[in-house]
């Protein structure tokens, strides 16, 4: 399996970007897919998963509200519309590929290279 993560960039507060992950190989449309960041000097945290056919979708608490994680079947592609960005988002962000949307956030499978996004202030 291979996850290639596309879509940061340079944004300002209060601006919008959606990244893209495009998932290849032996990807199942049971596997949960997510997103998780890790910004400078902290560990990498869990964002948002998306689940298979019935698992549904699950956020973390700080983007709640401002993020939208959706997944296209088809494409076998994973998507964050980030919306509201603060610079507090600044960060490298992740695709991984997991069992399920519960065990997604401490077991991931597959990690995508990681896409850079940056909020100025």
């Known amino acids: 399996v291979q996850l290639q993560a596309s879509g940061g960039g340079l944004v300002q507060t209060g601006g919008s970007l959606r990244l893209s992950c495009a998932a290849s190989g032996r990807v199942s449309r049971d596997h949960a897919l997510g997103w998780f960041r890790q910004a400078p000097g902290k560990e990498r945290e869990f964002l948002a998963t998306?689940?298979?056919?019935?698992?549904?979708?699950s956020y973390a608490d700080a983007v709640k509200g401002r993020f939208t994680i959706s997944r296209d079947n088809a494409k076998n592609t994973v998507y964050l519309q980030m919306n509201n960005l603060k610079p507090e988002d600044t960060a490298v962000y992740y695709c991984?590929?997991?069992?399920?949307?519960?065990?997604?956030?401490?077991?991931?499978?597959?990690w995508g290279q990681g896409t850079q996004v940056t909020v100025s202030s």
């Open positions: 991984a590929l997991g069992s399920t949307i519960v065990t997604i956030r401490r077991n991931q499978r597959y």
């Open positions: 998306v689940g298979g056919r019935y698992d549904g979708t």
